[in-house]
């Protein structure tokens, strides 16, 4: 098998992709000691051509790839998408529309984020060889073994897709899966503004000191990962981050002393400026502390209580209906409908109130109990006595 290699070949293929119906689409990339994603291989195929495209090759000029991610006439396939979509998105060229076949299989009863080679077994019955999967894709030149194995990964998403719509759309649930789909090529999902940083994260605090400490720490951390191309954590763990928002030391000593700062930092070529991003964050934190949303408190025995039997409702209602719970609702979505039968949530929005909202609310209203039926839980209506004439 020969990769394209060269700007003229891609151009060509991609040609032949315009005017498909759909695009099915997979990367490998490398990671592990880098900020930013290097993009090694980029394998697409429709139901009658398939490309590996080596983005490592001398020359190699993407554009007329990309163009075709940005072609809003083609639907771009792919499986669990985020990281892909993220690489594209860093290119400028965000896949729309796209389907990711992850998602719908939630919707179509195979679980929770499905391996793609899990799909594959099941719906095509066909086993996949993943023995190149933790190769080095950045070694040149590339394995046959490699190469087959990275084109497998489109050349049965090419048939799956179809196999996959069709299902959805006989069962009415499609819609189901569209939102999500959409979310996926939301660019707030990748933004990598430092300033917006600390959103990725998860503050313990509202205080005005502590919230403005963390977004310069956290903004900082993300500046010096991005011009470093090193991963956020070999800059400094999450935790850190709390730790200092915290403290708010403004010397080394005081930076020394954090038990989550690695020993000697303020020693380290990242010490001083650290030290100043903690300065500027403490420079009129209530001008400059981020508006931070209080989750709603379920420490109450009555919304504990709540939220337990919506976790059992959620579970029993996502069996009858052979979709994973996930697609249906989270934990959080659980503890705001506890809280309040108007909140704000998906959950009691669309099918997804049709599926498990209105139930939910019943079972707070006492007008549906859950009964253990041998191993199954059963939804059932509560029959009230009739009152009594007096």
């Given at each position: 098998m020969t990769p394209i290699t060269t700007t003229?070949?891609?151009?060509?293929?991609?040609?032949?992709?315009?005017?498909?119906?759909?695009?099915a689409v997979d990367t490998e990339f490398m990671r592990e000691t880098t900020y930013w994603p290097k993009l090694c291989l980029i394998q697409a195929a429709t139901p009658s051509d398939e490309a590996v495209i080596d983005p490592m090759a001398e020359g190699m000029d993407l554009e007329p790839f990309l163009e075709i991610m940005r072609d809003e006439t083609i639907l771009k396939v792919f499986h669990a998408a985020r990281q892909d979509v993220e690489i594209f998105n860093n290119l400028k060229a965000m896949p729309k529309p796209l389907f990711d076949t992850q998602v719908a299989g939630m919707a179509a009863?195979?679980?929770?984020?499905?391996?793609?080679?899990?799909?594959?077994?099941?719906?095509?019955?066909?086993?996949?060889?993943?023995?190149?999967?933790?190769t080095d894709w950045a070694r040149r030149p590339l394995a046959e073994s490699q190469l087959t194995y990275a084109l497998a990964d489109v050349t049965h998403l090419a048939k799956l897709y179809p196999m996959l719509r069709a299902r959805l759309e006989k069962e009415n649930r499609l819609v189901w899966v569209t939102d999500e789909m959409q979310?996926?090529?939301?660019?707030?999902?990748?933004?990598?503004?430092?300033e917006n940083a600390w959103k990725r994260l998860k503050p313990r605090r509202h205080t005005s000191k502590y919230l403005s400490v963390y977004k310069a720490v956290a903004a900082w951390r993300e500046r010096t990962a991005q011009s470093r191309d090193q991963p956020r954590g070999r800059i400094l763990k999450d935790d850190a981050i709390d730790e200092v928002a915290t403290q708010a030391p403004t010397d080394a000593a005081g930076l020394d002393r954090l038990r989550s700062v690695p020993k000697g930092f303020s020693g380290s070529k990242f010490g001083p400026d650290l030290l100043e991003a903690i300065r500027e964050g403490l420079k009129n934190p209530e001008a400059n502390a981020p508006q931070v949303e209080r989750a709603r408190s379920t420490n109450s025995p009555a919304a504990g209580a709540v939220v337990e039997l919506l976790k059992v409702l959620l579970k029993a209602r996502a069996e009858d209906a052979g979709v994973a719970s996930k697609l249906?609702?989270?934990?959080?979505?659980?503890?705001?409908?506890?809280?309040?039968?108007?909140?704000?949530?998906?959950?009691?929005q669309g099918w997804r109130r049709e599926a498990f909202g209105e139930d939910a609310l019943r079972v707070k209203r006492g007008e549906l109990a859950l009964v253990l039926d041998g191993a199954r839980v059963r939804v059932v209506e509560v029959r009230r006595a009739p009152r009594q004439s007096s």
């Open positions: 003229a070949e891609l151009a060509a293929f991609c040609d032949r992709l315009k005017g498909q119906p759909f695009v009863g195979f679980g929770e984020q499905i391996a793609y080679d899990a799909l594959v077994r099941q719906m095509l019955k066909i086993e996949l060889d993943k023995s190149s999967r933790f979310a996926l090529t939301d660019p707030a999902n990748y933004d990598v503004e430092p249906i609702a989270t934990v959080s979505d659980l503890e705001q409908i506890a809280n309040d039968d108007d909140a704000e949530t998906p959950a009691l």
